[in-house]
Each structure stands twice: as structure tokens, then as C-alpha cells.
T-cell receptor, first 112, second 112 residues
Framework: QQPVQSPQAVILREGEDAVINCSSS?????VHWYRQKHGEAPVFLMI?????EQKGHDKISASFNEKKQQSSLYLTASQLSYSGTYFC?????????????FGEGTQLTVNP | DGGITQSPKYLFRKEGQNVTLSCEQN?????MYWYRQDPGQGLRLIYY???????QKGDIAEGYSVSREKKESFPLTVTSAQKNPTAFYLC???????????FGSGTRLTVV
């Protein structure tokens, strides 16, 4: 079952912060986050594992609430380069291997 | 440099024709995946393979076929049985670890 992302779209001014959420009705083993620029391939940002720690690099970080099966992606002091569509991909506990189910995406636009 | 190569970038097909999309990787990854992307629907899994000579259906396998005769190659055939084949097709691979999926640049298929 497809994870649900919110919001569907967000518009920011450069330097503002944003939070993108991803929730699943299934017990999860991992959550991946990807960013896709228009017409390009998605690019891996980070992975959060069950029982693992909050991840982050530079001004992008993420958390995973195992009790609620929810993950959040935090973008702070946004830059123009952050614009794109963000997808979460979830791996269920009962499936073998890293077969991901992706959400519908959140379109992020950062304006000057 | 290692990566995934998809070809062609754009493909036009007449109704009733089969067409094969190429996906080659030199990352030495065991697992490979095919996803379909339609506007507003995120990425949906068509087929995946975790090892040579073995593959499994994903969520939307009807009208598609694959083969995995070599570790490096995972071609996707869109058959005439696929009712709505116009879409953006993405191939991906991973090493089963924490480095996420690596995606190819995609093939945009249009049925005319």
C-alpha cells in the first residue's frame, strides 16, 4: 500500500524552512527519501532504518517515528537548489529485500 | 564512473507494437527494478529482480515482461497488452545496503 505524503506542494522563499511528512498503514523496516528535478532521475537523499537514529547532512535531516509509522523530512534555510519533487519510499517489514513503495511526491518550490 | 544507463531517452510506438527498453548497470548491484511514473502518481513498481535468472512481478506487471540473463542488464518489454503505456519509465538498482537506489535517467515512452 502506497505511503501518504503531505503536503502535496509547498512554496518557500529562500532561507525559509519546510517539513514534508510520509505515513504508512503498514509496519515499516525502512524509509528512504529522494529528490527529483523535472525530467531527471530521482536522487537518493537518506535512509532511516527501524531502530536507527535520526539522519541528516548539511541542512536536510529526517526522522522516523516507528510507533506511528511516520517519517518527516526537514529542510532548513532552504536554497534555490532544493526545488524539486520529494518522494518517500517505504520498505515493509514483511517483504524480503529492499523493494520500495513510493508516495505520490511533494513538489517543493523555492523562490528568491 | 559507475551508474545506470537507460536507452533510448525518448521512444515513440504505434499502438499494437511491442517495444523493449534497455537498462544496463556497472555498479555490480544484485537487485534491479523497473518503475513507471505518471504525473501525480509517484513511482509504481512494475518488476524487480534480486538475482540473475530470477524476477518477480511488482504492483502493475500486467502488459509488461522482463528478463535477467546477465547481472548488468534488465530489459523491459512493453507489450501490446499494456492498455496505457505512455509514461516515464525508470530503472533502478541497489546493493541491498544503506546507500539507497541508484536510478537511470529514464525513458519517456509515447504511444502514437
Amino acid at each position: 500500500q502506497q505511503p501518504v505524503q503531505s503536503p502535496q506542494a509547498v512554496i518557500l522563499r529562500e532561507g525559509e524552512d519546510a517539513v514534508i511528512n510520509c505515513s504508512s498503514s503498514k509496519a515499516l523496516y525502512s524509509v528512504h527519501w529522494y529528490r527529483q528535478k523535472h525530467g531527471e532521475a530521482p536522487v537518493f537523499l537518506m535512509i532511516l532504518l527501524k531502530g536507527g537514529e535520526q539522519k541528516g547532512h548539511d541542512k536536510i535531516s529526517a526522522s522516523f517515528n516507528e510507533k506511528k509509522q511516520q517519517s518527516s523530512l526537514y529542510l532548513t534555510a532552504s536554497q534555490l537548489s532544493y526545488s524539486g519533487t520529494y518522494f518517500c519510499g517505504t520498505e515493509k517489514e514483511e517483504t524480503s529485500g529492499s523493494r520500495l513503495t513510493f508516495g505520490e511526491g511533494t513538489q517543493l518550490t523555492v523562490n528568491p | 564512473d559507475g551508474g545506470i544507463t537507460q536507452s533510448p531517452k525518448y521512444l515513440f510506438r504505434k499502438e499494437g507494437q511491442n517495444v523493449t527498453l534497455s537498462c544496463e548497470q556497472n555498479l555490480n548491484h544484485d537487485a534491479m527494478y523497473w518503475y513507471r511514473q505518471d504525473p501525480g502518481q509517484g513511482l509504481r513498481l512494475i518488476y524487480y529482480s534480486q538475482i540473475v535468472n530470477d524476477f518477480q512481478k511488482g504492483d502493475i506487471a500486467e502488459g509488461y515482461s522482463v528478463s535477467r540473463e546477465k547481472k548488468e542488464s534488465f530489459p523491459l518489454t512493453v507489450t501490446s497488452a499494456q492498455k496505457n503505456p505512455t509514461a516515464f519509465y525508470l530503472c533502478a538498482s541497489d546493493d541491498g545496503g544503506v546507500n539507497g537506489y541508484t536510478f537511470g535517467s529514464g525513458t519517456r515512452l509515447t504511444v502514437v
